[in-house]
């Protein structure tokens, strides 16, 4: 079983950054690629990045292609999101989650072990 917490959320205007971390339990980052998702009121969740634990890959959504990067330490067993020029339309809660076979992938049905979400808040 793998636990995921993340944090880091919090309020921020618009244009500017936060980082978001993911810390997991057991063999987390040699076993599962790490992904972001975000789900806002109202919407589906949806794919933000993630990184592969088994080849050198990341994988972005093209609304935050640019302004977003996931990275992961391995000795912490933790993953980041490092997320700047934020817009309004970021606002979410945002979810650290770990896939089943470590390649890595934007498709939810891929990842097998989630965190409970942090809120991030984007005023204009």
């Known amino acids: 079983q793998v636990q995921l917490v993340e944090s880091g959320g919090g309020w921020v205007q618009a244009g500017g950054s936060l980082r978001l971390s993911c810390t997991g339990s057991g063999r987390t980052f040699s076993d599962h690629a790490m992904g972001w998702f975000r789900q806002a009121p109202g919407k589906e969740r949806e794919f933000v990045a993630a990184i592969s634990s088994t080849i050198d890959m990341t994988y972005y959504a093209d609304s935050v292609k640019g302004r977003f990067t996931i990275s992961s330490d391995e000795a912490k067993n933790t993953a980041y999101l490092q997320m700047n020029s934020l817009k309004p339309e970021d606002t979410a809660v945002y979810y650290c989650?770990?896939?089943?076979?470590?390649?890595?992938?934007?498709?939810?049905?891929?990842?097998?072990?989630w965190g409970q979400g942090t809120q991030v808040t984007v005023s204009s």
């Open positions: 989650a770990a896939d089943a076979y470590g390649l890595g992938s934007s498709d939810i049905v891929d990842y097998e072990f």
